[in-house]
């Protein structure tokens, strides 16, 4: 019996311990802080939302001590990391089951060729927000801005690493808190990532008259190939096509009282779209070719075949429509107008051809479109308006047709098409704008004997976030019944 006293005491002492122990295990278990380390330069985008308990945010350039370091574990350490390279390879990176990655920004650099005081070329590299007004880019690799493999980039990601092994339940509240703070994981997303930042091409060439033979070539087997030959990959390719279609699509006889009068039949225009025509511009000089009866025909035509136009209507209100459509996320508003001079013969384009509240007709250059291209890019869209004006067989702009075209520009136009000269004029940046102020022809038989009349090209423009970012012209030529590249 002696020895059963030490004994009893000796077990309930290790009883005691044990307990001691396991209580002093689950107070620490259930009010151990655990910190959280963070870049300087992310701690005030972590410090907005707040963490779950027991956790605490520190930033990496905060002064702690060493005591406090080693009383309280690092659960998570939070870094602002970068790649350079296309956008995907974030994706790319190997998997890591203790790291989450977030994206944060993408930076996209632009090549530009530039030129000295002394006439000496150099390349330029720019960030996308950085580039100058009225510079254009280049393509790197044939690669443009969007595009899956451009190599031009920085992206910046976050990369949250776990250093500790958490119980679920910590591990799976700290995973909501950093997609409340950062969004979906990459590791959780798929692609296209970026499905919207595209560069949007918009093509245009000048005055597709499609008589004296061509509409009889056109709709043979083959038509397009023969008429547009190489150019069509051009108006093929690009997002949105825009020509000026010459002449009424009617089977009237009723002609106009004008020098030259052009009419077609509708069986063309199925023909057009498959050269790539998206839009077609009829506030020209010849769409009453035929009278009020083949203007009207010629809208219908264009309805049956489903091909946009605008500033035309039955009356002045439908004219001032303008024609809208979203081509990769980027909100395209077009317009069309006349702004023509009389011709000799007397037709005179104000007078016999504009719409009115009770006639059928075009819109005519007025001040009143100034204020039409305003409020559309107060919508936050990307305008393209289409001008037929100027004086034919001249190759500088009149002083009329800049004052009007660099209006447009000033209320909110992104690009001004120019036609009807018959001739190139110049192309020019303006305000981050640009102005083609006249495309000249582009298929049109019979232009041989007038200086200029067989020049051409195609304008293709690559609008990226908004923005005119590549110029590309590339110069045509008339021949025969067809067109073809330089």
């Not at 779209?273 to 009020?292: P, W």
């Not at 023509?340 to 719409?355: I, L, M, T, Y």
Request: overall charge negative.
């Amino acid at each position: 019996m002696k020895f059963l006293k030490p004994l009893l005491f000796c077990l309930v002492s290790f009883l005691f311990g044990i307990s001691t122990i396991l209580l002093i295990n689950f107070y620490i278990s259930n009010n151990t802080q655990y910190s959280i380390l963070v870049d300087s330069s992310l701690y005030k985008l972590c410090s907005k939302i707040p963490l779950p308990e027991p956790f605490i945010l520190i930033c990496k350039n905060n002064i702690v001590s060493t005591e406090e370091k080693d009383e309280i574990p690092m659960a998570l350490h939070i870094q602002q990391m970068e790649l350079h390279g296309p956008i995907d390879s974030l994706w790319n990176l190997e998997e890591n089951p203790l790291c989450k990655r977030y994206f944060l920004e993408k930076t996209l650099f632009l090549p530009t060729l530039q030129q000295d005081e002394n006439g000496k070329s150099s390349f330029v590299l720019y960030a996308e927000n950085d580039l100058p007004e009225n510079q254009e880019a280049l393509p790197t690799n044939w690669l443009y801005a969007g595009e899956q493999n451009y190599n031009l980039m920085k992206t910046k990601y976050a990369q949250a690493f776990f250093c500790i092994d958490l119980k679920d339940e910590l591990k799976n509240s700290l995973l909501t808190w950093l997609e409340s703070v950062f969004g979906t994981s990459t590791e959780e997303q798929e692609p296209p990532f970026f499905p919207e930042e595209n560069t949007v091409f918009i093509a245009a060439v000048g005055d597709i008259m499609v008589a004296r033979g061509v509409e009889y070539t056109l709709m043979a087997d083959n038509g397009p190939e023969k008429i547009f030959s190489d150019t069509l990959p051009l108006l093929q390719n690009s997002d949105f096509t825009i020509g000026n279609l010459e002449g009424a699509i009617t089977g009237s006889n009723a002609k106009a009282i004008k020098t030259y009068t052009f009419k077609f039949n509708k069986k063309i225009l199925p023909e057009l779209q498959k050269a790539g025509f998206d839009y077609l511009m009829l506030t020209n000089n010849h769409s009453f070719d035929y009278g009020q009866q083949g203007f009207l025909d010629t809208l219908a035509a264009l309805k049956e075949y489903n091909i946009p136009t605008s500033g035309v209507g039955k009356n002045l209100a439908e004219a001032r429509e303008f024609y809208r459509t979203n081509i990769n996320g980027l909100e395209i508003s077009v317009l069309s107008c006349g702004a023509f001079p009389v011709e000799q013969s007397g037709f005179n384009g104000k007078r016999d051809a504009s719409a009115t509240d009770q006639r059928p007709g075009i819109l005519w250059q007025s001040e009143e479109i100034f204020d039409l291209v305003k409020k559309e890019k107060e919508q936050g869209r990307f305008v393209i308006i289409n001008v037929h004006g100027g004086q034919e067989y001249v190759f500088k702009p009149s002083t009329a047709q800049r004052n009007f075209y660099q209006g447009l520009c000033d209320s909110g136009a992104d690009i001004i098409f120019g036609s009807h000269p018959h001739v190139l004029q110049p192309i020019e940046w303006y305000n981050g704008s640009i102005i083609a102020y006249s495309l000249g022809n582009f298929v049109f038989p019979g232009m041989e004997e007038m200086p200029g009349g067989t020049d051409s090209m195609v304008l293709r423009l690559g609008i990226y976030n908004g923005k005119i970012l590549y110029k590309e012209e590339y110069p045509a030529k008339l021949e025969g019944l067809g067109v073809r590249l330089k």
